[in-house]
């Protein structure tokens, strides 16, 4: 049976009706994704701008002022009919109203170390603790470089552990780039997973699940975000440096709270890496109040708390002695007795700002546990302050006896520490074999759990999970670790000293 053609003009008729039909429907749920989208932002922004409200002299005062001479000065409320109408600082008057969305311009209230820093670098990286500033200082770095100019081609990878995270922390997030846009606000591509601003700048999200995903696109910038917590990390990383070839200076910016994993290690020790270490507390005015003190009581000084609130990059060495996790292990809390109690000195081999004394005091409990009880090392004192150091040490802890290293000093040593205090009893100590072999025994005495610490030393820990066989990583003397040592051996490996209980 033949089709005539009406039959054939009817069914393309049908057929295009159909396209228009799915075209339409398409339209129409993207236009409602992205209104969805454009009310939730705007809704964040009308709370973020109430929070602000009513503007606080202090808040005045603060951002105002810096753009008077860049000196502080106080602000003045302008009353009318009962409320506060402007805002004086110096000889310049703002409204009110516009005071908080004022305090959001990033050229007044970011931090120095927020912003980008000078010279020639292909990558910044941002090593801080939780809540320090870090997404924020990315987010205003990507707003600013796809913002600018009425027309650009720029391409930007933003790059996070998952798809989620780079969308709820790096574009909708609280310090994320939709949020803190003032003008110029990309739009936010859901089924694409790009950002689009107005004058055409792209940017891209990825996730380090799926390193393959870089192979192929080329970006002018990159910003990765909490790189040291990747899933996939050398691999994504890598495959981002083949793409970051765009425009004359490709750069990337790496935002993380630190991990001593590989690929950080070797982002720090690139030579065209610019590190900028941010602490918590450097942001305090933009956190709840009492956040940081409650951390700070609960995990100050602790390797965790070093970690996530200095932004410090905390790292055991592979041939070292002691484990971070071990002194965690063995740190208590203190008030029992103790049968002897001594002093160890390490001396300096000279004086002046760079030399330091290491002074460890250590005792011993009846059931013969050792209790580190202080770290009293001092740095930059001449041979009278160590010394002094030393016997207020001694007096402060009523101990039995100094037991003092003469390699460096010889008799000058015990001549130096009898002038301040005559009456000191000193047993001098010579070092006959290497410091790592000296430290050894000692050392077993921790794993073996004989060792406890009578709180956090923490210069003095450092040293002790960055000693190895070739000494420290920075090539210093281990000052701190050498006074421990002799402590230790004298109360544990070779002293005996008189039974005298005490409480400490």
Known sequence: MTTSPVQVRREVRGERR????????????????????????????????????????????RILARTHRGEPEAAKDVVKDGSVDEIEVGDIRFKAGFVGRFERAWDFNGRREQKPPAGDWR???????????????????????????DRSDLRIALVAESLGDAREVMIDGVSGICRIARTRRPEFEISRRRLVWPNGAVAQIFSSEDPESLRGPQFHFAWCDELAKWKHAQETFDMLQFGLRLGVDPRQLVTTTPRPVPILKRLIADPGTRLVKIATKGNAGNLSPGYIEA????YGGTRLGRQELAGELIEDREDALWRRADLEACTIRFAGALRRIVVAVDPPAGSGEASCCGIVVAGVEPNGRAVVLADCTIGGASPAGWA??????????????????????????????KSVDANLPITMVRATRGKFLRAEPVAALYEQGRVAHAGRFTELEDQMCDFGPDGLSSGRSPDRLDALVWALTALMLEGSGEPRVRGI
């Open 388 to 417: 002094q150091a030393v016997a207020r040490a001694y007096q402060r802890f009523q101990a039995d006896r100094v037991v003092a290293e003469v390699n460096q000093g010889g008799d000058m040593v015990s001549a130096m520490l």
């Open 18 to 61: 159909v396209g228009i039909s799915d075209a339409r429907r398409f339209k129409k749920q993207t236009t409602k994704l992205k209104g969805s989208h454009e009310r939730q932002m705007s809704a964040m922004d009308r709370k973020h701008e109430a929070d602000r409200m009513p503007v606080k002299e202090t808040a005045a005062g």
């Open 295 to 298: 951390l700070e009581a609960r």
């Open 123 to 149: 990558t910044w990286l941002i090593m801080g603790g939780r809540g320090s500033g870090k997404t924020r200082a990315g987010a205003e770095w990507v707003q600013a470089l796809a913002s600018d100019g």
